[in-house]
């Protein structure tokens, strides 16, 4: 049904972060998790806050620019 959404997670610097990112969109039905430069993954910690969300996270495409992860787009929304 989102197959068109796509998360995007720029330099992330905490990998729990990643982890809980992954949790909440499994828990929406959300699939595609590109990762900009992430600062520290994979890791274990990412992998224990996804908690049931790790074919999420072993999908998750990593790139090193955000014009990379937005190729294919066509609309955006930005949060910091």
């Known amino acids: 049904m989102f197959d068109h959404v796509r998360i995007v997670l720029v330099e992330t ?6 982890g809980a990112t992954a ?12 990762m900009v430069k992430p600062q520290e993954y994979p890791s274990g910690k990412a992998t224990a806050m996804a908690a ?3 074919n999420i996270l072993a ?7 955000l014009e990379e ?12």
Request: contains cysteine; proline residues 2%; glycine residues 16%.
């Open 59 to 65: 999908e998750a495409k990593i790139v090193d620019t």
């Open 23 to 34: 949790r909440a969109m499994k828990n929406m039905g959300l699939s595609q998790l590109v």
């Open 52 to 54: 049931s969300a790790d």
């Open 69 to 80: 992860a937005i190729v294919g787009c066509t609309g955006g929304i930005g949060s910091s």
């Open 13 to 18: 610097s905490h990998p729990g972060n990643i």
